[in-house]
């Protein structure tokens, strides 16, 4: 117990980001079968390209037959046949060739959640692929944009259904020189679905009472996985730290993640790294929002742990599901036997993020969130919603005014959230999705910095966002 208190405090930050960090005690020197991991990374894609700096990947959507749950099989969609799909990797500077192919019996198309690149590149439901077809998504990750992200389809009304079907899957975009040592990295997709009893998944139909919460709530699921995979296990050594890349790939469950008995330093958010660590106890992960996160292994050694997702009121009162206040175990953290690491330094600065200047701001606008529906209008393709100007620095006040939580994403642009209810934000990050809870509002400055073309703005719950709780931004 003594030794256990003592790592606790030797872990400490460094007080540069020079070259003063202590060598790593990762575990593996004595690492035996019984201590591997359960919890697998999903494969990376093979690259077929040898021209440098140049990732050219083949992805295919179509219909596969999976074991998702032991014991049963499930017909699914999957990319590549794998749920989740494979692992996009690139390094900032990298020109991506990704060659699509629906296999799907319906149109769809993939988005690149995140990522900064042109619009006619973006996945959107302007660019749909028909069952059948082909595209090729071209795009050069640009300097700065390091980070954790992921790909979805994104086709009119049916990226929902298409998301529960299988199709996701993550891309982690790596710096030029990367602040933080080497370490343990993890990826942890996150996902919920249901089944039948016959291992098929359970969408309720429309206007069934079934489906009229889902279309309410969000359809969330009582089977929770991460990266596919049911309550998987990974290792740590006391002293050891890990580096975790969080993804909320749900369609509507927002995670409330804690690891009781510990904290968490959370590192990057949706645009990547902060500009400092953070110590938190717990983190709010709403529907495409992405973490990083330094887990440290403060347990004694043999302990064990579990990661949770603790309950969170985000519903209307009135179909707010009956377990809704349970929390539920995620993934199991098994101390090895090991005698504790050496501690590990991390840096205090990750990176310096620019600040967008409130006064260099032309445009302000005002969108309310309501029950489906944004401005009060639903989606409408053949509607400009927001026009804006190439370059042009905006600040916009996004206001739910209904009792349940809407995450609000903006597709191509990362912006720095400047307050929430009108208290300021502490810190600066880039940030793609934010969640408004309940009658709060937030305000957030972007800069349309390139890229013209028609992006989507919407409720990152799949249920509203496909009943019509999005608009259409153009840039020129
Ligand atoms: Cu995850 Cu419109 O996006
Ligand atoms: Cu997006
Ligand atoms: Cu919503």
């Known amino acids: 117990m003594i030794r256990w208190k003592t790592l606790l405090f030797a872990f400490a930050w460094s007080t540069s980001t020079g070259t003063d960090f202590l060598p790593l005690g990762n575990g593996n020197s004595h690492a035996d079968v019984a201590t591997q991991d359960t919890l697998k990374n999903p494969p990376t894609f093979v690259n ?7 990732i050219e990947v083949s992805l295919t959507a179509a219909p596969a037959r999976l074991a998702l749950q032991p ?16 692992t996009l990797e690139a390094r900032e500077g990298d020109k991506v060739i990704i060659h699509f192919k629906n296999n799907l019996p319906e149109t769809s198309t ?5 990522l900064h690149i042109p619009a006619d ?3 959107s439901p302007f660019s749909p692929v028909a069952p059948g077809g082909k595209k090729d998504y071209i795009f050069t990750i640009d300097a700065g944009t390091a980070g954790t992200f992921w790909y979805h389809p994104h086709p009119d009304v049916r990226t929902g259904y298409q998301i529960e079907k299988g199709l996701y899957g993550a891309i982690i975009v790596r710096p030029k020189l990367d602040p933080l040592p080497a370490m343990p990295e993890k990826l942890l997709i996150l996902s919920d679905n249901r089944f039948l009893r016959n291992g098929a998944i359970d969408i309720s139909l429309p206007h069934t009472l079934g489906g009229m919460a889902d279309e309410e709530n969000g359809r969330e699921g009582n089977v929770m996985f991460v990266n596919g995979q049911v309550m998987p296990k990974i290792n740590i050594r006391s002293g050891e730290v890990q580096r975790w890349r969080v993804v909320n790939a749900g369609a509507a469950r927002v995670y409330r993640l804690a690891i009781p008995g510990q904290t968490f330093v959370q590192i990057g958010s949706d645009g990547g790294l902060f500009e400092h660590p953070q110590e938190i106890k717990e983190l709010l992960l709403a529907n495409s929002e992405r973490a990083e996160l330094i887990v440290r292994g403060t347990g004694a050694p043999g302990s064990a742990a579990v990661l949770q997702t603790l309950p969170y009121d985000r519903y209307m009162p009135q179909t707010r599901p009956a377990d809704w206040n349970h929390a539920r175990n ?20 990750l990176r310096a993020i620019p600040i967008l200047d409130t006064t260099k ?29 190439l370059g042009a620095t905006e600040i916009w006040t996004i206001e739910n005014v209904v009792g349940m939580d809407h995450p609000f994403h903006l597709h191509g642009y990362q912006f720095q959230l400047l307050d929430r209810n009108g208290i300021p934000e502490r810190d600066r990050r880039w940030k793609d999705t934010v ?8 305000r957030f400055i972007v800069r349309f910095d390139a890229n013209p073309g028609k992006w989507m703005y919407h409720c990152h719950i799949l249920d509203h966002e496909d009943h019509g709780m999005m608009g259409v931004l153009e840039i020129k």
Do not use: C, F
């Open 48 to 54: 077929q390209s040898s021209a440098p700096r140049t």
């Open 71 to 86: 014991g049963k099989v499930t017909d699914v969609w999957a990319y590549n046949g794998m749920v989740p799909g494979p």
């Open 110 to 114: 993939i988005h690149w959640h995140g």
């Open 121 to 123: 590149m973006d996945g």
């Open 330 to 349: 995620l993934l199991a953290l098994q101390y090895s036997d090991e005698p504790p690491a050496p501690t590990t330094r991390l840096p205090r600065t």
């Open 361 to 389: 701001a032309t445009v302000r606008r005002v969108l309310v969130l309501s029950q489906g529906m944004i401005n009060n209008r639903a989606m409408d393709m053949n509607r400009i919603d927001v026009s804006a100007k």
């Open 435 to 442: 969640n408004i809870p309940k009658h709060e509002n937030v």
